[in-house]
């Protein structure tokens, strides 16, 4: 739910920033486990495979290994953060027009993450003792796109059962 008085834009962009900065730090304690060797694909399962473009540099989807891509993505995310004309940092300043949209490319290309490190390397995370810690950040990030519908129910599906035992559904 919107608290009272807030601006949706606003309200999305906070929580986007900190669903990057935890995921970027859940991932980041797997990256001696998420190598070009162990991941050469960017995946989530053997069903759903995840290809790289950005629209700019890297036009035409590319076929890259997991730690690439998750490369890839973090540094394209982090630009779009870092764009005063996308993520305005002053107060009273405007969000453009296409806010809502970039937001959602942004929150999609991260639920991949989590749906890699959860087929990919969950045995690591218990090992590590995190699956607490990835399990909250899930949840959170899962009621916070669904309640602003914010990534559509055909990208969740890699991890849809997981999200209705984490949901209660």
């Keep these: 739910m919107l608290p009272e008085g807030e601006d949706i834009n606003e309200w999305v962009a906070v929580n ?11 991932y980041g304690t797997l990256t ?4 070009e060797q162990s991941c050469s694909v960017m995946s989530a399962g053997p ?61 999609k290309r991260l639920f991949r993450v989590y749906a890699h ?12 003792q995190e699956e607490a810690h990835l399990n909250t950040s899930f949840k959170h990030f899962i009621y916070f796109v669904q309640e602003f519908d914010l990534v559509e129910k055909k990208e969740l599906a890699p991890l849809q059962d997981l999200i209705d035992k984490l949901t209660g559904k």
């Design 47 to 107: 069903k759903y495979e995840y290809h790289w473009a950005d629209g700019q540099v890297i036009k035409k989807p590319i076929k890259c290994s997991a730690p690439r891509y998750i490369d890839y993505l973090m540094n394209w995310v982090q630009s779009q953060i870092e764009s005063d004309s996308i993520f305005p940092s002053a107060i009273g300043v405007p969000f453009s027009k296409n806010f809502l949209s970039i937001a959602k490319t942004i929150l």
């Design 16 to 26: 986007t920033v900190d669903f990057f900065n935890q995921i970027n730090m859940l």
């Design 32 to 35: 001696e486990f998420c190598t």
């Design 117 to 128: 490190i959860y087929y990919e390397h969950f045995h690591q995370v218990i090992q590590l």
